[in-house]
């Protein structure tokens, strides 16, 4: 099971870092991205990082902003959320899979809302 959480309100410009941890299952051979879908646009995927944290990938739309960690004793994901802007508002997922990208095993979402 992945459980995300660490979501919220916040101010254009603020900061929020979401956790995700897991239970039932050890994380330490998977990928693992974040994922988000705002009301009435397509699911986006946000960022993902290799098992041992060697590749790291983000989509254009947070690069620079949004850090993406891990850490593997802990079997839990983190996603540093720096310079929020209103077009970050969205449920956020965190999802496990065999390889970047690739969505198999998905946790329960975790609101974020950026507004003034």
């Known amino acids: 099971q992945l459980q995300a959480s660490g979501g919220g309100s916040a101010q254009p410009g603020s900061s929020l870092r979401l956790s995700c941890a897991a239970s039932g299952f050890n994380l330490d051979y998977w990928a693992m991205c974040w994922f988000r879908q705002a009301p009435g646009r397509e699911r986006e995927g946000v960022s993902c990082i290799d098992g041992n944290a060697n590749n790291i990938a983000y989509a254009d739309t947070v690069k620079g902003r949004f850090t993406i960690s891990r850490d593997n004793a802990k079997n839990t994901v983190y996603l540093q959320m720096n310079s929020l802007n209103p077009e970050d508002t969205a449920v956020y997922y965190c999802?496990?899979?065999?390889?970047?990208?690739?969505?198999?095993?998905w946790g329960k979402g975790t609101q974020v809302t950026v507004s003034s």
């Open positions: 999802v496990a899979g065999e390889d970047l990208w690739v969505s198999q095993y």
